[in-house]
């Protein structure tokens, strides 16, 4: 059984800061790539930021120069630094993590509420 467990969210004034972390946990064998999506309600989750085990990077273009995504390997866990925050980045944020296990499956954090007031 794997578990991803999200923390840091929070409210936040708009041009603040918020850290994301996100750790995963159980019977592990390694990780491939791991990222961070958001939703509000009435829309699709969409991709925020996603890091290859190698600390390759891929951005929304939206996050672009804003947010920074990061790992640790050794803790098995995807960190989301996210500054200048505007009130359109307020959704829930949700880690992601393809997690190989006996198969290679894709696990997904509770979700985390971020709320960016103006």
């Known amino acids: 059984q794997v578990q991803l467990v999200e923390s840091g969210g929070g409210l936040v004034q708009a041009g603040g800061s918020l850290r994301l972390s996100c750790a995963a946990s159980?019977?592990?064998?390694?990780?491939?790539?791991m990222g961070w999506y958001r939703q509000t309600p009435g829309r699709q989750r969409e991709l925020v930021a996603t890091?290859?085990?190698?600390?390759?990077?891929n951005y929304a273009d939206s996050v672009k120069g804003r947010f920074t995504i990061s790992r640790d390997n050794a803790k098995n866990t995807v960190y989301l630094q996210m500054d200048s925050l505007k009130p359109e980045d307020t959704a829930v944020y949700y880690c992601?993590?393809?997690?190989?296990?006996?198969?290679?499956?894709?696990?997904w954090g509770q979700g985390t509420q971020v709320t960016v007031s103006s």
């Open positions: 992601n993590a393809r997690v190989i296990t006996i198969l290679a499956l894709n696990y």
């Open positions: 890091i290859t085990t190698g600390g390759s990077t």
């Open positions: 159980g019977s592990i064998f390694s990780i491939n790539d």
